[in-house]
């Protein structure tokens, strides 16, 4: 523009030499703001080039898929018959309602515990590899773990949550299928560990208060009668939901007594739904481009440059 304005000055004193000085003024006046008019289109030519934005307020997030890993107990007590048929076949019922629940998006994965925790399936979109592992579960895979250990559930289905190949940030959670025995792990500390990672656990008490003793799983995982303390006394084994409502409240999960094994996965569906908006319905900046606009406001004051192209007489 300094060029222009410096060729326009030249050209001005030049002129006065061979056209009248009314005619040159004229022309000047005319020039410059044609020249002006240039200038301002350039100007905004170039901002469109850069992109301008303006703040047009915040907007929500549409829900993602959660994580949730089944942590199922396969302890021996699991195979107590205080609700029929067993224990573990009613755990079962109550995951295979829920794999049928969740949204498209959540992924499922299996965890079994009892003296040691494991995965059995990894994360996964495909609920029938879940519901495959989970039809395997019967006594056979139960003799080596005669104990419940809670916390060795609760870090292994952690692990598996903090096992994310694509690094993508989703939410987890951990749904806990057991009697809430235990015998002297340390479940606190596995459920700060839970709590500080952002973890709820949603308990599924299995059992009932009155209970039922356990059977005896023989080496081939056949049942065998029943266990026996060290008097020959016949044990029961009586659900203990004070240890999976603490869990629960540690964690900032919920607890389910059993009915059929419907109500209970519509419940937690439900609070997963909760749990899905709470963590991933969130605001973001929205902005609007601005460079539309300033391409038009150019080319309209190129048009007036145009038009008032000045004429010597």
């Not at 301008?52 to 907007?59: C, E, L, Q, S």
């Not at 029938?128 to 292994?156: C, F, H, Q, W």
């Not at 995982?221 to 016949?234: E, L, Q």
Request: overall charge positive; aromatic content about 8%.
């Amino acid at each position: 523009m300094l060029l222009v304005a410096w060729g326009l000055r030249r050209k001005r004193q030049r002129l006065v030499f061979w056209v009248a000085p009314d005619s040159v003024a004229v022309w000047w006046r005319t020039a410059r703001r044609q020249c002006a008019l240039f200038g301002a289109a350039t100007l905004l030519f170039a901002l469109a080039l850069t992109r301008p934005r303006w703040f047009a307020g915040n907007v929500a997030v549409p829900a993602q898929g959660v994580d949730v890993v089944l942590c199922l107990d396969v302890s021996h007590s699991m195979l107590c018959d205080d609700i029929k048929p067993s224990r573990l076949e009613f755990a079962q019922s109550v995951a295979a309602n829920l794999l049928d629940r969740l949204q498209p998006d959540d992924r499922a994965g299996l965890v079994v515990f009892g003296g040691s925790g494991f995965p059995l399936c990894p994360l996964t979109h495909d609920r029938s590899i879940v519901r495959t592992y989970l039809s395997l579960l019967d006594p056979s895979v139960m003799v080596y773990n005669p104990t419940t250990y809670l916390a060795e559930g609760l870090k292994a289905a952690l692990r598996l949550l903090r096992r994310q190949p694509d690094n993508a940030p989703r939410g987890g959670v951990i749904v806990l299928m057991s009697d809430g025995e235990d015998q002297g792990s340390d479940w606190q500390d596995a459920a700060a560990m839970c709590a500080k990672a952002g973890v709820p656990v949603f308990g599924i008490a299995i059992g009932t208060p009155h209970g039922a003793p356990v059977p005896n799983v023989t080496e081939q995982g056949t049942v065998a009668g029943y266990k026996r303390d060290s008097n020959g006394n016949i044990p029961v084994s009586r659900l203990n939901l004070t240890t999976l409502r603490d869990i629960a409240r540690r964690t900032g999960g919920k607890v389910y007594l059993p009915h059929d094994g419907v109500r209970e996965a519509n419940a937690l569906v439900a609070d997963l739904a909760a749990y899905r908006q709470r963590v991933w319905t969130r605001h973001v900046a929205q902005w609007r481009e601005l460079f539309p606009w300033l391409l038009a406001l150019g080319a309209m004051l190129l048009v007036m440059e145009t038009w008032l192209a000045p004429r010597l007489r």
